[in-house]
């Protein structure tokens, strides 16, 4: 199987954790849009969503299913998204495709996270895909300077504004091995909007696809 078909069979297999008549939490990337694609299936049986970015609104909409503030939504029982990293413990390296802190912010909602990704994703240890940091612009410098104190090498995502209309820092060469610690002390640094690191609130099921078909982990 092709990676694409590996991210699509999860995409369908995610279907199953969402409830009728239900508002689903909605995720960003090319794996969430194979998500939002089978949701469109049963648009019939959901009241509709709620999105983590511009780009899924736009693809939501277009399917006809309806998108809802968060703000006007007092329960969310499923969030279902793809992840850049996942590792055993279901932490999770996300952001890249940039709509980071508003995945963390519907996903904190949620009673349950859906992580969806392909075999590449699933790791040991969380690092070898640089962590993702969206910073207020005029902190960009300073907040890279307290990022080479943590040990970490940041690079500006060139020509990349957030939907938040903030800049993100990529960065390169940790071995993430205490996730929470990080994403807590990434999160100190003023200037810092939301860091990449999903550990304080990580998957509740990671739905992997892989050669053999569809695996569940807990
Ligand atoms: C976007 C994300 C995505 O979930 C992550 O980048 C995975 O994307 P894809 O499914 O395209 O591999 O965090 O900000």
């Not at 996270?113 to 969206?134: M, N, R």
């Not at 990434?186 to 892989?210: E, K, S, Y």
Request: charged fraction near 20%.
């Amino acid at each position: 199987m092709t990676q694409n078909e590996l991210k699509e069979a999860v995409g369908r297999a995610a279907l199953q954790y969402v409830p009728d008549d239900c508002i689903v939490g909605v995720g960003t990337g090319s794996t969430a849009n194979y998500f939002i694609d089978a949701l469109g299936t049963m648009k019939g049986r959901i009241k509709g969503a709620v999105s983590s970015s511009e780009a899924s609104v736009k693809r939501l909409m277009g399917l006809g299913i309806e998108v809802f503030d968060l703000n006007t939504i007092d329960k969310l029982p499923v969030y279902v998204d793809g992840a850049d990293e996942i590792n055993h413990q279901l932490q999770m390296i996300k952001g890249g495709g940039a709509a980071l802190t508003r995945e963390k912010i519907v996903s904190a909602v949620a009673e349950q996270f859906i992580c969806i990704a392909d075999e590449s994703k699933y790791v040991t240890v969380l690092g070898k895909f640089p962590v993702p940091v969206e910073v207020i612009p005029m902190a960009r410098s300073y907040v890279a300077r307290e990022i080479v104190k943590l040990g970490g090498h940041p690079a500006y995502r060139e020509g990349v504004i957030t939907d938040n209309g903030n800049v993100i820092l990529d960065v390169h060469g940790w071995q993430v091995t205490e996730a929470t610690k990080l994403e807590t002390e990434l999160n100190q640094i003023v200037g810092v909007v939301t860091n990449g690191l999903f550990a304080r609130r990580r998957a509740d099921v990671l739905l992997l696809g892989t050669a053999d078909g569809v695996k569940t982990y807990k």
